[in-house]
């Protein structure tokens, strides 16, 4: 058996370095391949399947039958082989056949065998084909084997693609199509940009794999590592936009990477096994893509592109090949194109000529998109295969609001996208205009205008769109973007800059909303706390209750921050009364202890709850008589009530807020709030679309908080419509059950002039 990965690997690597030098037919070279590796990890069956012409097809085998080879094809995607091409993932199995994926070929006898391991022979991100072994006896193969038959797939890769034995694209060839493309994606950072596409990374190509001298290659990487930390140093100490906030404690996170000794750990093992220090980084690189597509948890792929996008960086020193776009610079007007990106590589572009970033990646939570927002810069991810539907200089037009790309757009097309572009500033000026204007219906009813926020510089946007305060300060995002809990000082501090950049004006602070599909890396959980639908699970308030010390910790830091001050709160997904009571009794007994220690305490206390879970509505009369002010998360609340997940696509159109079903509920909740006398508000995504709040207007909703960019459009809305005349419009469409409320609301505001974003 095996007694290491590394000499496992080195001691096929050491054989195969002789065939690799032989003076024979690359058909030959593989050929005698199995038969080492088969021998090294005593497997009766070792295999090598390459893609030619689009499928996998049987290149050479020791213990399979011979006639097969050349003979034994499969699509991608087909069977066990084709799923490891496919996915580019590893498959470890004491038993083949079980596997839902298993294609049984009778010409190659493989009914003997029952295990079955194989891995991804990739070169540059692609499988160029798979490599696998079997044994007679059930059994899953050893780590040690697995490392080893990854190590040689890596070499073997360089062997095929010099043959040209297997189909090898050449990643940078150009786009062939050149008309126009419209593309779409995840909603990241919003904004409009216009620019020519530049590529973040340009290739960098592992000319050898196998090295001479191991400890030369060590110290290579030794050298890479401190020239990578000393860039990552300078760039997270001289950030444009100030060295607070959070977007700093992505960067301190990041920054952990380049000093992480598991990760050297694994790159010297690489070394060790027979590799060059480029093929040892790009080694661990592969196993942690292929990590990537194991996990589940948003957060955590996150932090596994942070780590990619720091190998990437090594991989670019060690090779002395050229660096990223932003060394070259950007001559002109430029939107950035990236399979993915880590927060300090965004910080090197220029500003002035960075006009949008496109991901093939990225989501809401990524570090990268933390960073895009605190510079302004707009992003759109995920946008599928982005590299290879674009050439390098084609202008591109971004507009992330309606997700849509244009590619390579037309003479009439970059004219228009110039005059929407020229009225969303003109009305974004008229929206200026508006800021220090009341937010007052025309017959004199008065909405409050708040803003959703969750960063430490959102509390600017309240100056700049004349906000009436901030309705939902989401707490969550400094969990989030932590490598560790966050120490209650840090919570304080956080808390105090943003109510004394609100001044006067109200902030609602949301407990901390964990848990489900916002898992934190540093909380552990139990096997039994999994769970298959996390929206529904154990998050936000539950979770809370149930691990107190976080909620303690942060109701401290929430009470000292507001000393002196009106201190706002508000507990999530409330589903029945008791427990909104236990959470503010847990509130409540911080504040006695503090003030039992002489502490500065707020001036008051305001309790809310929101309105998220539908069984709270049943209850509201017996909550109500306990609450200061109520608010609506319409996002969870219109997907429980429609059983419809509104992340799926398949469902996120199925359900409209403007139905009759949401708004007969929401109007018997505003009722019953208006019966006990406490404020009702909205916050979340329908209050901030100028027709869902003209509706919710109607219902008798005075408070809604919304996004900083739809303050001015609901304000002018507001300032244009007569509330009493709406509501009486509104409470007709509900009594006699019309079919399309969206239209007839549509049609009321046309006749009124009153205009619609």
Same mark, same amino acid.
């Given at each position: 058996?095996?007694?290491?990965?590394?000499?496992?690997?080195?001691?096929?690597?050491?054989?195969?370095?002789?065939?690799?030098?032989?003076?024979?037919?690359?058909?030959?070279?593989?050929?005698?391949?199995?038969?080492?590796?088969?021998?090294?990890?005593?497997?009766?069956?070792?295999?090598?399947?390459?893609?030619?012409?689009?499928?996998?097809?049987?290149?050479?085998?020791?213990?399979?039958?011979?006639?097969?080879?050349?003979?034994?094809?499969?699509?991608?995607?087909?069977?066990?082989?084709?799923?490891?091409?496919?996915?580019?993932?590893?498959?470890?199995?004491?038993?083949?056949?079980?596997?839902?994926?298993?294609?049984?070929?009778?010409?190659?006898?493989?009914?003997?065998?029952?295990?079955?391991?194989?891995?991804?022979?990739?070169?540059?991100?692609?499988?160029?084909?798979?490599?696998?072994?079997?044994?007679?006896?059930?059994?899953?193969?050893?780590?040690?084997?697995?490392?080893?038959?990854?190590?040689?797939?890596?070499?073997?890769?360089?062997?095929?693609?010099?043959?040209?034995?297997?189909?090898?694209?050449?990643?940078?060839?150009?786009?062939?199509?050149?008309?126009?493309?419209?593309?779409?994606?995840?909603?990241?950072?919003?904004?409009?940009?216009?620019?020519?596409?530049?590529?973040?990374?340009?290739?960098?190509?592992?000319?050898?794999?196998?090295?001479?001298?191991?400890?030369?290659?060590?110290?290579?990487?030794?050298?890479?590592?401190?020239?990578?930390?000393?860039?990552?140093?300078?760039?997270?100490?001289?950030?444009?936009?100030?060295?607070?906030?959070?977007?700093?404690?992505?960067?301190?996170?990041?920054?952990?990477?380049?000093?992480?000794?598991?990760?050297?750990?694994?790159?010297?093992?690489?070394?060790?096994?027979?590799?060059?220090?480029?093929?040892?980084?790009?080694?661990?690189?592969?196993?942690?893509?292929?990590?990537?597509?194991?996990?589940?948890?948003?957060?955590?792929?996150?932090?596994?592109?942070?780590?990619?996008?720091?190998?990437?960086?090594?991989?670019?020193?060690?090779?002395?090949?050229?660096?990223?776009?932003?060394?070259?610079?950007?001559?002109?007007?430029?939107?950035?194109?990236?399979?993915?990106?880590?927060?300090?590589?965004?910080?090197?572009?220029?500003?002035?000529?960075?006009?949008?970033?496109?991901?093939?990646?990225?989501?809401?939570?990524?570090?990268?998109?933390?960073?895009?927002?605190?510079?302004?810069?707009?992003?759109?991810?995920?946008?599928?295969?982005?590299?290879?539907?674009?050439?390098?200089?084609?202008?591109?037009?971004?507009?992330?609001?309606?997700?849509?790309?244009?590619?390579?757009?037309?003479?009439?097309?970059?004219?228009?996208?110039?005059?929407?572009?020229?009225?969303?500033?003109?009305?974004?000026?008229?929206?200026?205009?508006?800021?220090?204007?009341?937010?007052?219906?025309?017959?004199?009813?008065?909405?409050?205008?708040?803003?959703?926020?969750?960063?430490?510089?959102?509390?600017?946007?309240?100056?700049?769109?004349?906000?009436?305060?901030?309705?939902?300060?989401?707490?969550?995002?400094?969990?989030?973007?932590?490598?560790?809990?966050?120490?209650?000082?840090?919570?304080?501090?956080?808390?105090?800059?943003?109510?004394?950049?609100?001044?006067?004006?109200?902030?609602?602070?949301?407990?901390?909303?964990?848990?489900?599909?916002?898992?934190?890396?540093?909380?552990?959980?139990?096997?039994?706390?999994?769970?298959?639908?996390? /929206?529904?699970?154990?998050?936000?308030? +539950? @979770? $809370?209750?149930?691990? &107190?010390? #976080?909620?303690? %910790?942060?109701? =401290?830091? !929430?009470?000292?921050?507001?000393?002196?001050?009106?201190?706002?709160?508000?507990?999530?997904?409330?589903?029945?009364?008791?427990?909104?009571?236990?959470?503010?009794?847990?509130?409540?007994?911080?504040?006695?202890?503090?003030?039992?220690?002489?502490?500065?305490?707020?001036?008051?206390?305001?309790?809310?709850?929101?309105?998220?879970?539908?069984?709270?509505?049943?209850?509201?009369?017996?909550?109500?008589?306990?609450?200061?002010?109520?608010?609506?998360?319409?996002?969870?609340?219109?997907?429980?009530?429609? /059983?419809?997940?509104?992340?799926?696509? +398949? @469902? $996120?159109?199925?359900? &409209?807020? #403007?139905?009759? %079903?949401?708004? =007969?509920? !929401?109007?018997?909740?505003?009722?019953?709030?208006?019966?006990?006398?406490?404020?009702?508000?909205?916050?979340?995504?329908?209050?901030?679309?100028?027709?869902?709040?003209?509706?919710?207007?109607?219902?008798?909703?005075?408070?809604?908080?919304?996004?900083?960019?739809?303050?001015?459009?609901?304000?002018?809305?507001?300032?244009?419509?007569?509330?009493?005349?709406?509501?009486?419009?509104?409470?007709?469409?509900?009594?006699?059950?019309?079919?399309?409320?969206?239209?007839?609301?549509?049609?009321?505001?046309?006749?009124?002039?009153?205009?619609?974003?």
């Amino acid at each position: 058996m095996l007694s290491t990965p590394a000499a496992a690997a080195r001691q096929i690597l050491i054989r195969l370095q002789e065939v690799m030098a032989a003076r024979t037919s690359a058909q030959a070279k593989l050929n005698k391949v199995v038969e080492i590796i088969g021998e090294s990890l005593s497997s009766e069956v070792c295999s090598i399947y390459l893609v030619r012409e689009g499928v996998l097809e049987l290149f050479a085998t020791r213990g399979l039958k011979q006639e097969a080879v050349h003979v034994t094809r499969m699509a991608m995607g087909e069977g066990l082989v084709g799923l490891i091409a496919t996915n580019v993932e590893t498959l470890n199995l004491d038993e083949a056949a079980s596997h839902p994926d298993f294609s049984y070929r009778p010409e190659t006898g493989e009914e003997l065998f029952h295990s079955f391991a194989g891995v991804p022979i990739v070169r540059r991100e692609r499988a160029l084909g798979v490599l696998c072994v079997q044994h007679v006896e059930p059994r899953r193969y050893e780590e040690v084997e697995i490392e080893a038959l990854q190590t040689v797939a890596m070499v073997l890769s360089e062997l095929i693609a010099n043959a040209e034995l297997a189909d090898d694209g050449p990643m940078d060839s150009r786009v062939q199509d050149t008309g126009t493309s419209v593309l779409h994606g995840l909603q990241l950072v919003m904004g409009m940009a216009r620019g020519h596409a530049v590529f973040h990374q340009p290739r960098v190509h592992i000319e050898h794999t196998v090295a001479e001298d191991t400890e030369a290659e060590r110290q290579r990487v030794i050298s890479a590592f401190a020239k990578m930390r000393e860039q990552i140093d300078r760039m997270t100490g001289t950030a444009e936009f100030g060295t607070e906030g959070e977007h700093q404690e992505v960067l301190e996170t990041y920054k952990m990477f380049a000093y992480d000794e598991g990760w050297i750990r694994r790159i010297n093992e690489a070394i060790d096994s027979g590799l060059t220090a480029e093929a040892a980084i790009e080694r661990v690189q592969q196993r942690t893509r292929m990590r990537m597509r194991q996990i589940d948890d948003p957060l955590l792929q996150d932090r596994m592109h942070d780590l990619e996008d720091m190998a990437n960086r090594l991989l670019r020193i060690v090779s002395g090949q050229l660096g990223t776009a932003a060394q070259l610079g950007l001559r002109q007007d430029a939107i950035l194109i990236a399979r993915n990106l880590g927060p300090a590589e965004l910080l090197e572009y220029d500003r002035r000529r960075l006009k949008g970033v496109i991901l093939e990646e990225g989501s809401l939570t990524a570090h990268v998109t933390i960073v895009a927002r605190a510079m302004g810069v707009p992003v759109l991810g995920r946008v599928r295969d982005i590299r290879h539907q674009v050439n390098e200089g084609d202008l591109i037009l971004m507009d992330v609001a309606a997700n849509a790309l244009l590619v390579r757009p037309t003479p009439d097309m970059d004219e228009a996208f110039e005059n929407k572009l020229h009225i969303t500033q003109r009305r974004r000026a008229e929206f200026a205009a508006l800021r220090d204007l009341p937010s007052v219906t025309l017959d004199g009813q008065r909405i409050e205008l708040m803003v959703n926020a969750g960063l430490r510089e959102d509390a600017q946007a309240l100056d700049l769109v004349g906000a009436d305060g901030i309705g939902l300060f989401r707490t969550e995002f400094q969990f989030l973007v932590s490598a560790t809990l966050p120490q209650r000082e840090k919570q304080q501090r956080l808390y105090k800059d943003v109510l004394d950049a609100a001044g006067d004006r109200p902030v609602i602070f949301r407990t901390v909303d964990i848990g489900g599909d916002k898992a934190l890396p540093y909380m552990q959980r139990d096997e039994e706390e999994l769970e298959d639908n996390p /929206a529904m699970g154990w998050r936000a308030l +539950r @979770l $809370a209750l149930d691990r &107190d010390g #976080l909620m303690k %910790a942060q109701a =401290r830091a !929430l009470l000292e921050a507001a000393s002196g001050k009106v201190l706002h709160i508000m507990f999530p997904m409330v589903s029945e009364p008791w427990e909104y009571d236990q959470a503010k009794a847990l509130v409540e007994h911080q504040r006695q202890w503090l003030q039992s220690q002489r502490k500065k305490l707020p001036v008051a206390i305001r309790y809310g709850a929101m309105l998220e879970v539908p069984a709270l509505a049943e209850v509201l009369d017996i909550l109500l008589p306990r609450l200061d002010f109520l608010s609506i998360g319409t996002n969870d609340l219109t997907q429980f009530l429609f /059983a419809a997940d509104r992340a799926h696509p +398949r @469902l $996120a159109e199925r359900y &409209d807020w #403007l139905s009759i %079903a949401i708004l =007969r509920f !929401l109007a018997r909740v505003v009722s019953t709030c208006h019966t006990h006398e406490v404020p009702v508000g909205v916050c979340g995504e329908m209050g901030g679309r100028t027709l869902e709040a003209m509706a919710l207007i109607g219902l008798g909703v005075r408070r809604l908080s919304i996004t900083p960019a739809s303050v001015g459009p609901v304000k002018a809305m507001i300032r244009a419509v007569e509330a009493t005349e709406l509501e009486r419009f509104l409470k007709g469409l509900l009594e006699t059950g019309v079919s399309d409320i969206r239209s007839q609301l549509t049609a009321w505001a046309e006749d009124r002039d009153i205009e619609l974003n």
